[in-house]
């Protein structure tokens, strides 16, 4: 993966450049070779700030650390870039498997196929000479239909979150923090609005944004 740097008031080292080939080169291995990306390094008064931009064939990520050092500020943009790329991929995988599983609920079983079907009874006046009594007609078995179920889905180890990427550093009203966690592609953030109260905006199954008040 081509990666563009640039820094505005910093200075890059050869540690971060390192650091940041190591991140691109582990999404890079899930995007494809044909994805680019550009790092922006820059400094907010006493905050580092880190700016990851990946634009993949079909879709742009977008990934902001922010912290007391230009390390830890591009270890958090770098996750958060990654996640989303995990994400995405889960999702595209997700999409596929369901027409196949469908597929196969929808076929028969086997004990429908297999169902023994009724002989049919044999004409008297085909054979007079044969003396036997005409048997009764056989009573046809019953088919039991077997229900198949679904294999269950794998249980997905939990995600730690930094606090740097699930905490807002600046007050946000209720419009922005929405706003930022649409842009940011972000499903927890925690923020205090200019009045200070305490407020926590997750994103539910549905994918559907719900804000908690904390007390």
């Known amino acids: 993966m081509e990666v563009e740097f640039t820094a505005r008031q910093v200075k890059i080292t050869r540690d971060l450049r390192t650091q940041a080939e190591e991140g691109m080169e582990r999404i890079g291995l899930i995007l494809g070779k044909s994805a680019n990306a550009s790092i922006v390094f820059s400094a907010q ?25 230009l390390q830890s500020a591009l270890r958090q943009a770098i996750e958060h870039a990654e996640s989303q790329v995990r994400r995405r991929r889960d999702r595209r995988m997700a999409i596929k498997r369901k027409p196949q599983q469908e597929k196969a609920l929808a076929e ?8 023994r079907a009724v002989q049919p009874l044999k004409d008297v006046s085909e054979d007079v000479s044969e003396e036997k009594p005409v048997r009764a007609e056989r009573k046809a078995r019953a088919a039991i239909a077997v229900h198949t179920f679904p294999a269950r889905k794998a249980v997905v180890e939990p995600r730690i979150v930094t606090s740097g990427e699930a905490f807002a550093l600046k007050p946000m009203t209720m419009e922005e923090a929405v706003k930022d966690a649409e842009f940011r592609d972000r499903d927890l953030l925690i923020f205090h609005n200019p009045d200070g109260e305490l407020f926590v905006l997750h994103r539910r199954r549905d994918g559907q944004l719900e804000l908690v008040e904390i007390p």
């Open 108 to 115: 028969p079983s086997p004990a429908r196929r297999k169902t």
């Open 45 to 69: 008064k006493h905050l580092q700030i880190v700016e990851v931009t990946i634009q993949a064939r079909l879709h742009t990520i977008v990934a902001t650390g922010k912290a007391g050092t």
